[in-house]
């Protein structure tokens, strides 16, 4: 599933770089520092710079669909769920 993005900048919202996850998408979470992580029905995460577009990273989190994320105060931590129970 595609996830588009804005920010509200200077009083004008303005829109992010579009993104693919290639999946329906089941969760988002953004950290403070702007980057964007969107969980997969199939079970992967990919985590992105929604401002440059590029992914940073992609993992398979879970075998059953990822129902619910949070990002950590250190943007490099980041909790996961699943359908199927799993965190």
């Known amino acids: 599933?595609?996830?588009r993005s804005a920010a509200f900048h200077e009083g004008q919202?303005?829109?992010?770089?579009?993104?693919?996850?290639g999946q329906s998408v089941g969760a988002l979470a953004f950290a403070g520092d702007g980057t964007?992580?969107?969980?997969g029905l199939?079970?992967?995460v990919a985590v992105v710079?929604?401002?440059a577009g590029g992914e940073r990273r992609r993992?398979?989190?879970?075998?059953a669909a990822v129902t619910g994320m949070a990002f950590g105060a250190d943007p490099s931590r980041l909790?996961?769920?699943s359908q199927g129970g799993e965190v």
């Open 49 to 51: 710079d929604p401002r």
């Open 42 to 44: 199939g079970g992967t």
């Open 13 to 21: 919202w303005r829109a992010l770089a579009p993104y693919d996850h």
């Open 1 to 3: 599933g595609g996830v």
């Open 36 to 39: 964007l992580a969107i969980g």
């Open 59 to 63: 993992f398979a989190a879970h075998a």
């Open 79 to 81: 909790v996961t769920a």
